[in-house]
């Protein structure tokens, strides 16, 4: 099994560190910033081996450069944002397969947020990491992408099992849980996971990772149809709740 650290930077920003013992082969998802991820590694033995970005926001890519100066480490990014992706070593899309000693990832093609952002999803482990494409009861914002591709996007990670658990990139929950109760006021599984969002944030716990399973019970935006995703996302993007 994969040993998965969460990393929290900036301001809401999540950067994983991922590790597979048989190897020892590290990677690093998403790294905003270089120094508290270099020092989460070194604490804990590990030399990161790896870079793994799914689109090409500076909030996502910024410590690229340093990362890869310090450690020598490879950098795999979206063939589709390649050019904006900060010492990338190999682009991949959908259908590709990236490895991390013996573990494997499938690539999926998921744009919206950005034109060609992508996920990587470790099957044998129950673990996606999707960037800012799908947050925890909620998805992101449309960049560059159109509503009936996010909505096409979504609907992609929604086929993936239940138990698959969802690392995303922000702490975005508490906010998302605002908005959602006045899409579905009377969904109960959603009411219910709003107290426990509460209190976990109330004690500084993270609401992430998430389970496909859970989103697909109470994230408005993976319910809806097309035209209904287009709706409620222009509601959250003026939602001052």
């Known amino acids: 099994?994969?040993?998965?650290?969460?990393?929290?930077?900036?301001?809401?920003?999540?950067?994983?560190?991922?590790?597979?013992?048989?190897?020892?082969?590290?990677?690093?998802?998403?790294?905003?910033?270089?120094?508290p991820v270099l020092a989460a590694a070194a604490e804990r033995g590990w030399t990161i081996s790896d870079i793994w970005n799914t689109h090409w926001h500076p909030d996502h890519t910024g410590a690229n450069l340093a990362i890869k100066a310090a450690t020598g480490c490879l950098i795999t990014g979206p063939a589709g944002e390649a050019a904006k992706i900060p010492g990338i070593d190999r682009e991949v899309a959908e259908g590709d397969t990236v490895t991390l000693g013996a573990a494997t990832a499938r690539v999926i093609d998921v744009p919206g947020h950005t034109a060609g952002h992508n996920a990587y999803w470790f099957t044998d482990d129950d673990a996606l990491f999707c960037g800012d494409t799908l947050f925890a009861l909620g998805c992101g914002r449309l960049f560059e992408g159109t509503a009936p591709q996010m909505h096409a996007s979504l609907s992609k990670l929604m086929a993936l099992p239940d138990a698959t658990r969802v690392y995303c990139a922000h702490e975005y929950t508490q906010s998302n849980a605002r908005f959602a109760v006045t899409v579905e006021p009377g969904n109960s599984e959603l009411l219910a996971r709003v107290v426990a969002i509460d209190a976990a944030r109330a004690r500084g716990l993270p609401t992430v990772p998430s389970t496909i399973g859970l989103e697909r019970a109470t994230n408005p935006f993976v319910r809806a149809d097309v035209a209904g995703f287009a709706d409620a996302r222009a509601a959250k993007d003026r939602f001052r709740g």
């Open 1 to 35: 099994m994969l040993d998965i650290v969460q990393i929290p930077v900036l301001s809401d920003n999540y950067v994983y560190l991922i590790h597979e013992p048989e190897s020892s082969a590290t990677a690093v998802i998403d790294p905003a910033v270089a120094e």
